[in-house]
Nanobody, 115 residues
Framework: QVQLVESGGGLVQPGGSLRLSCAAS????????MGWYRQAPGKERELVAA???????NYADSVKGRFTISRDNAKNTVYLQMNSLKPEDTAVYYC?????????WGQGTQVTVSS
């Protein structure tokens, strides 16, 4: 069974940066399109960044130019570099395939942007 474990979240001031990591238990990263999703309090989970198997990326308008998704197939890991963070980026961040598979959801990692 695939397990995805997110890490790297924390408390950061507006304008700061964080790098999230998603470690997969199997070689799913190299054979599947992957995505980073987030869920803010009281809101639905949304896709913020995705990367295809060949390496093409796309981003939600709200994070375009600030977030970068990447992956390391050898490490079975997907990353999300987040720069110029804003309070509205506060959420629990999850990784999953794209489209997502319900049983793959992990615990996520909390990102809080606040002064």
């Amino acid at each position: 069974q695939v397990q995805l474990v997110e890490s790297g979240g924390g408390l950061v001031q507006p304008g700061g940066s964080l790098r999230l990591s998603c470690a997969a238990s199997r070689h799913i990263v190299s054979i599947s399109a992957m995505g980073w999703y987030r869920q803010a309090p009281g809101k639905e989970r949304e896709l913020v960044a995705a990367i295809t198997v060949p390496g093409s990326t796309n981003y939600a308008d709200s994070v375009k130019g600030r977030f970068t998704i990447s992956r390391d197939n050898a490490k079975n890991t997907v990353y999300l570099q987040m720069n110029s963070l804003k309070p509205e980026d506060t959420a629990v961040y999850y990784c999953n395939t794209r489209p997502y598979v319900t049983v793959y959801w992990g615990q996520g990692t909390q990102v809080t942007v606040s002064s």
